[in-house]
């Protein structure tokens, strides 16, 4: 998967844009919404939309 344009915080729902992307996934990640830093917690509008049609 190429880098995405930004990812998604699982915890406020935010875009976020200040991301570090690695073998397909987010290495290193802030969000500026709610401060979030964990890279477990954000999806690609890809992944949240297969999250929302299962």
């Given at each position: 998967?190429?880098?995405?344009?930004?990812?998604?915080?699982?915890?406020?729902?935010?875009?976020?844009?200040i991301f570090e992307w690695k073998?397909?996934?987010?290495?290193?990640?802030?969000?500026?919404?709610?401060?979030?830093?964990?890279?477990?917690?954000?999806?690609?509008?890809?992944?949240?939309?297969?999250m929302t049609e299962a």
């Amino acid at each position: 998967m190429s880098q995405p344009d930004f990812l998604i915080c699982m915890n406020c729902e935010s875009p976020c844009y200040i991301f570090e992307w690695k073998n397909g996934e987010p290495t290193e990640v802030f969000c500026e919404a709610c401060g979030n830093e964990d890279p477990d917690d954000f999806a690609t509008s890809e992944d949240l939309d297969a999250m929302t049609e299962a």
